[in-house]
């Protein structure tokens, strides 16, 4: 496969995961938004929390004087100054598509091409915030629909697999924003660990991340930090941690590196890292300080995307 193909099967997979995963941190915010400031004694912070999980705070400012509800949404979902809102994601995502069209299948166009054309029924309108709701959920409708498009309909070939390591990297990155975010932002000075808010701030995140069920499935007990960090770090059986994310890695880069006859450092590091996370654990992680642990991780995961790019792509 041409580099150039195969650095656009990637970032079309990354832009589809980022614009779902925008629009899982504004309907967050809008949740935590809608409890009773005496939740946390009168502060809220949902809206500065939601740009910082997006990693956007500091091209936000350039262009906002104001953080609250309007400019956020405004911003993460439909400025095209914002090259990570959802609307640029969507934009840049078909035009990597349409440069790879032939190594789609028909079925994965058409899921991104069509939500390119509805997305201009979106410009310009002020939308309700029961319009805004179902914008949202319409996003993560395409991005279940890209992926499932892919996973039923593409050949397990080396494009495939790009496709797959953009979704790990992505999703893995995605899935540590929101933990640091809410370790180290949204939970208000004032307010105990443990307490009311507390609760439903991690219950908001479970939710955030399609893993409520999941919790209770798993742990069969109330809503614990450790034990949601556990699941979305180390619990391999969750489709969002950590630990799942690099195994797809992992297999996908070692399918790679045997169709190339090659090994390289984007084997070696993604290994190294699975490895480190099969031998982790939790109380381990929270006694030497979870927000270290995740930074690290998020340091890492990008010299792994770095090590994919000079490997392989353009």
């Known amino acids: 496969m041409l580099s150039r193909t195969a650095d656009n099967l990637y970032w079309l997979s990354r832009y589809v995961e980022r614009a779902e995963f925008v629009a899982r941190i504004l309907d967050a915010a809008h949740r935590l938004a809608s409890l009773p400031t005496s939740y946390g004694g009168g502060e809220t912070n949902e809206w500065a929390s939601a740009l910082a999980s997006a990693g956007d705070t500091d091209a936000f400012k350039a262009h906002y004087d104001t953080v609250n509800s309007h400019t956020v949404c405004d911003f993460l979902a439909f400025s095209p100054k914002n090259p990570s809102s959802i609307r640029t994601c969507i934009e840049t995502a078909r035009e990597n598509a349409r440069s790879v069209r032939t190594a789609l299948t028909t079925e994965m166009w058409d899921a991104i091409n069509g939500a390119w054309l509805e997305l201009r029924s979106y410009e310009g309108r002020d939308l309700t915030r029961d319009e805004f709701s179902r914008f949202l959920d319409w996003v993560k409708g395409i991005s279940l629909t890209f992926d499932g498009s ?35 932002i949204l939970l208000p000075a004032s307010e105990k660990v443990g307490g009311s808010l507390d609760y439903f701030q991690w219950t908001t995140i479970l939710r955030e991340v399609s893993a409520f069920n999941a919790y209770h499935w798993v742990y069969r007990e109330s809503i614990k930090p450790l034990l949601v960090a556990d699941l979305l770090i180390l619990n391999r059986q969750m489709p969002r941690s950590f630990a799942n994310c690099y195994g797809m890695l992992v297999e996908h880069l070692d399918l790679i590196a045997d169709a190339y006859g090659r090994r390289g450092p984007s084997q070696r590091l993604a290994s190294n890292m699975l490895a480190r996370l099969e031998g982790e654990d939790i109380d381990r992680i929270f006694a030497a300080g979870l927000h270290e642990f995740v930074t690290a991780f998020i340091g890492e995961n990008n010299r792994v995307g770095q090590a994919i790019a000079d490997q392989y792509l353009v």
Do not use: P, S
Request: glycine residues 2%; proline residues 0%; hydrophobic residues 40%.
């Open 150 to 184: 892919a996973y039923r309909t593409m050949l397990r070939n080396d494009a495939y697999w790009f496709t797959r390591l953009g979704t790990a990297i992505e999703r893995a990155d995605n899935t540590a924003r929101i933990l640091d975010v809410k370790y180290q």
